[in-house]
């Protein structure tokens, strides 16, 4: 079956140290990937989309990656602060049909304690 | 701009009631979506629309209704309230080769 995954279980992380969430996925081909960022009684914001013909990007402290032979990216906060504290959801578009229509992984909690 | 805003924040409904979520956009963007996220679970697809007068059905569609008259309007009518549809409701727009922006979600609960 065609399915994201991100890890469940919540990241604990020291501030300043760098948090890397993953995200996998199976049986798609997508043209793009999207991170958002969801806090508690809020909708997602989007943070970053990467296209398949990009290895890397990067917006202030946060850096994507995009492998599309593994089918997995990998995004980090580097220097995290508490007020990252949050659930980052990974998103993808996996028919490249009209619409634009996005599929979303669970989400990964991260929680920076100072 | 406000952005996608979402009516009402909150609704308790009883079985077999009806209801319409309310979503508007200032953005002028042709596409929009109706997402329910339950807890722990990623966001499911209901609707969606690529302009006014088109919509069509997501994964999850069934004891849901859209309209798309205007733009700026995309309303989600539940008219037979059931337990399964306990959840939250999220309604976005896209800008092209841009994320969405989400509203911030009608918690819905069935009694």
């Known amino acids: 079956s065609q399915k994201i995954e991100q890890n469940s279980e919540a990241l604990n992380i020291q501030e300043g140290k760098t948090a890397t969430l993953t995200c996998n996925y199976t049986?798609?081909?997508?043209?793009?990937l999207q991170w958002y960022r969801q806090d508690p009684g809020r909708g997602p914001v989007f943070l970053l989309l990467?296209?398949?013909?990009?290895k890397e990007k990067r917006k202030e402290r946060l850096k994507v990656t995009f492998d599309t032979t593994l089918k997995q990216s990998l995004f980090h906060i580097t220097a995290s602060q508490p007020a990252d504290s949050a659930t980052y959801l990974c998103?993808?578009?996996?028919?490249?049909?009209?619409?634009?229509?996005?599929?979303f992984g669970g989400g990964t909690r991260v929680l920076v304690k100072p | 701009n406000a952005g996608v805003t979402q009516t009402p924040k909150f609704r308790i409904l009883k079985i077999g009631q009806s209801m319409t979520l309310q979503c508007t956009q200032d953005m002028n963007h042709n596409y929009m979506y109706w997402y329910r996220q339950d807890p722990g679970m990623g966001l499911k697809l209901i609707y969606y629309?690529?302009?006014?007068?088109?919509?069509d059905k997501g994964e999850v569609p069934n004891g849901y209704n859209v309209s798309r008259s205007t733009t700026e309007d995309f309303p989600l009518r539940l008219e037979l309230a059931a337990p399964s549809q306990t959840s939250v409701y999220f309604c976005?727009?896209?800008?092209?080769?841009?994320?969405?922006?989400f509203g911030s979600g009608t918690r819905l609960t069935v009694v």
């Open positions: 998103a993808l578009d996996p028919f490249k049909a009209a619409g634009n229509k996005l599929t």
């Open positions: 990467i296209r398949e013909n990009e």
């Open positions: 976005a727009s896209i800008r092209e080769n841009y994320g969405y922006t």
């Open positions: 049986n798609y081909s997508p043209a793009y």
């Open positions: 629309s690529v302009g006014a007068g088109i919509t």
